[in-house]
Nanobody, 121 residues
Framework: QVQLVESGGGWAQPGGSLRLSCAAP????????MSWVRQRPGKEIEWVSG????????FYSDAVRGRFVLSRDIGRSTLTLQMNSLRSEDTALYIC??????????????RGQGTLVIVSS
């Protein structure tokens, strides 16, 4: 059974940084595309960033482009999201997700439970 386990969330001040990790044992990053999505308070889930299994990408939403950096470690099956220049509107539950085979990066079939990020002064 595929499991995705996120870590690294917490509190940060505006302008600060956090680094999120997703452990994905049992997933081959060369076969499965991966994404980070988030759910802000009172909002629906929104796609944040993703990378295709062939390495194309990473791609970012307009809201985070230039501030967030996604990377993957194929050997360790770990997906990382470096978040810089954080803003209060980045406060959300950040969720690691496996993209639906053949689908776009914003469609996923497996997700973790998420890690909470709070940006506040």
């Amino acid at each position: 059974q595929v499991q995705l386990v996120e870590s690294g969330g917490g509190w940060a001040q505006p302008g600060g940084s956090l680094r999120l990790s997703c452990a994905a044992p049992g997933i081959s990053f060369t076969e499965d595309s991966m994404s980070w999505v988030r759910q802000r308070p009172g909002k629906e889930i929104e796609w944040v960033s993703g990378i295709y299994s062939d390495g194309t990408g990473p791609f970012y939403s307009d809201a985070v482009r230039g501030r967030f950096v996604l990377s993957r470690d194929i050997g360790r099956s770990t997906l990382t999201l470096q978040m810089n220049s954080l803003r209060s509107e980045d406060t959300a539950l950040y969720i690691c997700a496996k993209v639906r085979p053949g689908g776009p990066l914003y469609e996923f079939d497996t997700r973790g439970q998420g890690t909470l990020v709070i940006v506040s002064s």
